[in-house]
């Protein structure tokens, strides 16, 4: 995968990743997923730390459904 194809796939998670939600009928494993394919191409820096910043994000939803799910 060339520089610009990765910039692309991060260009359009970062988007998905700002509408995403706990219910979002694709569950987090598939993002994750996509994120985990970015990691065996060869990164520039700057797109590590956007990769980094995706990935926290997931995180955070990750965590947010887990108390969902505990309040129920």
Do not use: N
Request: charged share 30%; with cysteine.
């Amino acid at each position: 995968m060339g520089y610009q194809d990765i910039d692309r796939e991060i260009a359009h998670l970062e988007v998905v990743f700002g509408r995403i939600s706990t219910r979002d009928r694709f569950p987090l494993s598939y993002w994750h997923r996509r994120l985990r394919a970015l990691h065996d191409a060869s990164m520039m820096p700057s797109q590590r730390a956007r990769v980094a910043r995706l990935e926290a994000t997931l995180r955070m939803l990750g965590e947010a459904k887990q108390t969902v799910c505990a309040e129920r």
